[in-house]
Nanobody, 132 residues
Framework: QVQLVEAGGGSVPAGGSLNLSCEAS???????????MGWFRQTPGKEREGVAA????????AYADSVKGRFTIFRDNAKKMVYLQMNNLKPEDTAMYYC??????????????????????WGQGTQVTVST
């Protein structure tokens, strides 16, 4: 049974930083290091938004335009961890942040963030609140 567990959410003032983490456990069919990992977010009443994604073997990540230059996604396959470093946070970044995994090719990262490619696994989410 695959599980994704997020941590690191919290409340910060605008301009602050948070580092989210996601720990994977269980047996992925072809191994954790074959999965692309991503971060998505959602606020009540709004559609889920793809934030950042990174391919199984690394390479250039994909980001939503709204977070480019402020957020960085990176992974540690040995620890089955993926991280989202969030700097210069804005009130509009307030949301529940979810970790996700998908068995997709590198060229599909953008499509995954846009919602046209499905995720295989989801975490339970961690709340991020940015105050003015």
């Amino acid at each position: 049974q695959v599980q994704l567990v997020e941590a690191g959410g919290g409340s910060v003032p605008a301009g602050g930083s948070l580092n989210l983490s996601c720990e994977a456990s269980g047996n992925f069919y072809r191994g954790y290091d074959t999965m692309s990992m991503g971060w998505f977010r959602q606020t009540p009443g709004k559609e889920r938004e793809g934030v950042a994604a990174i391919w199984s073997a690394g390479g250039a990540p994909a980001y939503a335009d709204s977070v480019k230059g402020r957020f960085t996604i990176f992974r540690d396959n040995a620890k089955k961890m993926v991280y989202l470093q969030m700097n210069n946070l804005k009130p509009e970044d307030t949301a529940m942040y979810y970790c996700a995994a998908a068995s997709i090719a590198f060229w599909q990262l953008g499509r995954w963030l846009s919602g046209t490619v499905d995720s295989a696994y989801w975490g339970q989410g961690t709340q991020v609140t940015v105050s003015t």
